[in-house]
């Protein structure tokens, strides 16, 4: 009995480290637009495949706007990024790339009145209104690329980057008082900086990028 004993607590022993390495959990800070840009928090939780593979799904929250031309403001982003790390350099850093999905529902209502574009930015005319409520959804896909550094057993933290294509998706309801505005797109602005994606009312596409510092932590 005791010539069992020993191979099996090891090998126990090895499935329980195994079971350990699989799960690591994430948190990074973020910057969202709903309709203003506020700080957010986007905790993560990461399963390994193997030593290459793995999937990485997070979260990302943030608060209320302060606002007061904007209520009932409601957001939710989540990301799953599958990762494959790629192998050790001749310098011995390691590299991982990936492919990265994201959908964002976002809602709020604008009571203190506006105007948007129907179906393309920087039309001839804008719809005027009072009041409505705003629906305006995002999904984008991007090819990641970072690289990871350790900190002993439990913690380490990656930093990266990526680069993609996403969708806006805005829909006008509950519009109340409208009125058709001509529009002049001024020629030149000082600070050049697009209009947000929200003001047209249907679907557009825009170039996506993303970069920041994720700190791990692993069970």
């Known amino acids: 009995m005791r010539k069992f004993i020993l191979p099996v607590c090891l090998l126990l ?3 329980t480290k195994a079971q350990e390495s699989k799960w690591a959990v994430s948190l ?3 910057i969202v637009q709903s309709p203003g840009m506020h700080l957010g928090f986007q905790p993560g939780v990461e399963y390994r495949f193997n030593d290459r ?3 990485l799904t997070e979260i990302t929250l943030t608060t209320k706007s302060k606002d007061p031309s904007f ?3 409601k957001y939710f ?3 799953p990024e599958l990762r494959y790390a790629l192998r050790e350099s001749k310098r011995g850093r390691n590299y991982y790339t990936g492919i990265q999905l994201s959908y964002t529902f976002r809602k709020w209502e604008n009571s203190a009145g506006g105007c948007y574009f129907n179906n393309k930015m920087w039309a001839d005319s804008t719809t005027g209104y009072d009041k409505a409520t705003i629906n305006s959804s995002i999904f984008s896909c991007s090819l990641q690329f970072g690289t990871p550094f350790s ?8 930093v990266f980057m990526g680069l993609g294509v996403r969708m806006i998706f805005t829909g006008y309801t509950n519009v109340e008082n409208v009125v058709k505005h001509p529009y002049m797109r001024p020629t030149c602005k000082i600070f050049p900086a697009p209009d ?3 003001y047209v009312n249907g679907t557009i596409k825009r170039f996506h990028s993303n970069m920041g510092i994720r700190f791990f932590y692993h069970f």
């Open 77 to 79: 982003r989540v990301k």
């Open 53 to 55: 593979l793995s999937l």
């Open 13 to 15: 022993s090895s499935l």
């Open 28 to 30: 990074i800070p973020a």
């Open 151 to 158: 900190f002993g057993k439990h913690f380490s933290m990656d």
């Open 196 to 198: 947000p994606a929200w």
């Open 71 to 73: 209520s009932n403001s």
